[in-house]
């Protein structure tokens, strides 16, 4: 099954498609995930099937996709993986395929195949540093599934732009402006705390405007309004309320996102 049948089936669509199933086609191609794309192929092609089904099922195979993505978790086994779940989907025959699926992804115990649970998708999304452990295609596909996920009924119907650029909120180059409570010792566990937490989920935001260095880099009174105003996105819209910005700033904001991710990639309990 070549990918120009698949793309014609599934044609090449923005990430703020209504359609739940070419939404999915359309992560699974920012995250590089063509191994997957003929099962969606095939639910596409599948006429009759409740569009409420067919959802779920993507919905399904993007949440195992992404937790293992997040969660640092190997793709070699990908191409075997999803033909074995392609013949459960067309042997699901006309009963409902979002079951079939989800039991196909809950099968395995081994890493090679397995759908991590909340608890560890949670534990790697406010700890890994995932600036540094993804691509940026990955992590940029992220980060605009949560500004959609944050867009409700009275915001602003504005598209989201094609061209966003990841910005971290407190700098990596930190130290000229930002500098540790006056009781911190340099080279204590506190710096080492904080340059722990530069590259997590919770310290990354997107902006439609990529800042320049002294910018990206200042102190947190002139990098505020800067976000506010090359933002423009619900994601930055948190950090309006914040005087300050420091280490338990950046738990905190994890710690919400991931509310947010687990909405938008659940799992089966």
């Known amino acids: ?77 990908y191409g075997t993986f999803f033909v074995e779940l392609l013949k459960a989907v067309a042997g699901a025959g006309s009963a409902p395929v979002a079951p079939a699926v989800a ?21 790697a999304w406010t700890h890994e540093p995932l600036y540094r452990s993804l691509r940026r295609d990955r992590l940029t596909m992220l980060l605009r599934a949560l500004e959609r996920a944050m867009r409700g009924s009275k915001h602003d119907p504005v598209p989201i732009p094609k061209t966003l650029h990841i910005e971290h909120v407190m ?37 439609t405007a990529k800042l320049n260095q002294s910018l990206s880099d200042a102190a947190w009174t002139v990098k505020r309004p800067e976000l506010q105003w090359h933002g423009l996105m619900a994601l930055n819209a948190w950090l309006a309320g914040h005087e300050t910005w420091d280490e338990d700033a950046i738990t905190n904001r994890g710690g919400s996102l991931l509310t947010k991710a687990l909405a938008v990639w659940p799992r089966v309990a």
Do not use: K, Y
Not at 104 to 123: H, T, Y
């Open 103 to 123: 039991s196909f992804l809950l099968r395995s115990q081994a890493d090679n195949g397995l759908w991590p649970d909340d608890e560890r998708f949670g534990e």
């Open 171 to 207: 700098p990596q180059n930190w130290r000229a402006h930002w500098p540790l409570s006056s009781s911190a010792e340099p080279g204590t566990a506190v710096e080492a705390s904080r340059d722990g937490r530069l590259d997590t989920i919770g310290n990354l935001t997107l902006l």
């Open 1 to 77: 099954m070549g990918s120009r049948v698949v793309t014609g089936l599934l044609p090449r669509c923005r990430l703020t498609s209504p359609d739940r199933l070419h939404t999915c086609a359309a992560r699974l191609r920012a995250m590089d995930f063509a191994t997957a794309m003929p099962v969606l192929h095939h639910l596409r092609a599948e006429v009759g099937r409740d569009p409420a089904d067919v959802a779920q099922a993507a919905t399904w195979i993007e949440s195992f996709l992404v937790r293992r993505m997040v969660c640092g978790m190997g793709t070699r086994a």
